[in-house]
């Protein structure tokens, strides 16, 4: 489980890139605080459906697209 979190949180830390936001951004933009975003980032806690959405809402990005390593980012 640990390694499919971790490829989660490389693929919401490369759209953020891509979209040039901090992780205050994007913690603002979806009411979480920066350090969720932080360790949904890095992998180390499973997030909660509901923030998994607020985020990938945020980033203009599908769920599937984060949880499912064979499909790619916009």
């Known amino acids: ?3 499919l979190l971790k490829e989660m949180g490389q693929r ?3 759209r953020r890139k891509q979209l040039n936001m901090t992780q205050e951004t994007l913690a603002n933009l979806t009411h979480l605080t920066s350090q969720t975003i932080s360790y949904a980032e890095m992998g180390q806690k499973a997030m909660r459906p509901e923030t998994m959405l607020k985020i990938c809402e945020a980033l203009g990005i599908s769920a599937d697209s984060v949880s499912y390593t064979h499909l790619t980012l916009p």
Do not use: C, T
Request: aromatic share 0%; proline share 0%; hydrophobic share 50%.
């Open 1 to 3: 489980m640990s390694e």
């Open 12 to 14: 919401i830390l490369e």
